[in-house]
């Protein structure tokens, strides 16, 4: 089936940086739409960064574009996120998802169909 294992989520302060993995196992990367969402405690789920199988990453934001990178490598078959100068908000569980391979589109208003179980990254002011 088509699965997702993210990892790299950490205890960190104010001002570090991290990298999040997603490993794709039962597809390949390259052919789906995908991204990386997250959710705070108490609070909706959000997307974050989005990279289509041909075209440019896209940012929800100034502010993630300014300190998110998402990429792939397909050799890998592995999703990543870098962020950078991290802030106590960015305190969350961090997503990986995929769009179907056959659907059309790939932007925050598209359907994710597949998604990993998350992991966790806390930012200590």
């Known amino acids: 089936q088509v699965r997702f294992v993210e990892s790299g989520g950490v205890s960190v302060q104010a001002g570090g940086s991290l990298r999040l993995s997603c490993a794709g196992s039962g597809h390949t990367l390259s052919e789906y739409c995908v991204g990386w969402f997250r959710q705070a405690p108490g609070k909706e789920r959000e997307g974050v960064a989005i990279i289509g199988r041909d075209g440019s990453p896209i940012y929800a934001n100034s502010d993630k574009k300014d300190r998110f990178t998402i990429s792939k490598d397909n050799v890998q078959n592995t999703l990543f996120l870098q962020i950078i100068n991290l802030k106590p908000e960015d305190t969350a569980t961090y997503y990986c998802?995929?769009?179907?391979?056959?659907?059309?589109?790939?932007?925050?208003?598209?359907?994710?169909?597949?998604w990993g179980q998350g992991t966790q990254v806390t930012v200590s002011s």
């Open positions: 998802a995929a769009r179907g391979p056959r659907l059309v589109g790939c932007n925050f208003a598209s359907r994710f169909n597949y």
